[in-house]
């Protein structure tokens, strides 16, 4: 079984990543999926052996609509989601993204993320119009299995990513990774 087989076997097993899919894919936005530790976690979870999930403190609901950029959009968004879950949801619109992180307009969902800070963040999960999963990985899968934390080249901003590093306590929580600089 490949990585990504591997990656979307996990998930349809994760009840709770299963339904917070189907919540998101209700809302019938364009280009959306769910990212960073929504996947990232589980598969370190799941290279490391632990039988339970690391619990994640938000779920990155993404997506690219540049009709309509605003902010307020993304907290209503945020609402009606709380409304009906207890998920720690989490949206942003990565058409508006790059203002703030001083980057030209980015093309797509991918593309933006092709910009975040480490290259293992940059996955997210969706649902295609057959309700099966498919992986949105600009940098592939195969860096999750690797036991690795890189910093993407395209942010060259160590100090963004040192912080993250002590915030997000990754090398306590998954201790077989290592800095891959």
């Known amino acids: 079984m490949d990585n990504s087989a591997k990656i979307k076997k996990w998930i349809s097993e994760d009840s709770m990543r ?3 899919l189907f919540i ?4 019938e936005l364009s280009d959306w ?19 339970c999930a690391t619990a994640l403190n ?4 993404i997506y690219f609509d540049p009709g309509n950029t605003s902010e307020e959009t993304d907290k209503d968004l945020e609402q009606q989601l709380k409304a009906i879950s207890d ?13 703030r992180n001083d980057d030209s307009p980015y093309a797509s969902t991918e593309d933006a993320m092709s910009y975040w800070v480490e290259v293992e963040t940059a996955v997210g999960a969706t649902l295609n119009a057959s309700h099966n999963i ?3 990985a600009p940098f ?6 690797e036991y690795t934390i890189t910093p993407n080249s395209k942010r060259p901003k160590p100090e963004a990513f040192a912080q993250r590093m002590q915030e997000k306590r ?12």
């Open 58 to 61: 938000d779920i990155d609901l």
């Open 140 to 145: 592939g899968i195969d860096v999750l299995f």
């Open 87 to 99: 998920f720690p949801w989490s949206v942003k619109n990565q058409a508006r993204m790059h203002k």
């Open 24 to 27: 998101a894919n209700a809302l």
């Open 33 to 51: 999926c769910l990212a960073a530790g929504f996947v990232r976690n589980l598969t370190w979870d799941k290279v490391h052996g632990y039988s």
């Open 134 to 136: 498919e992986i949105v």
């Open 18 to 20: 299963m339904q917070a």
């Open 170 to 181: 990754w090398l306590e929580i998954w201790p077989r990774l290592v800095v891959n600089a």
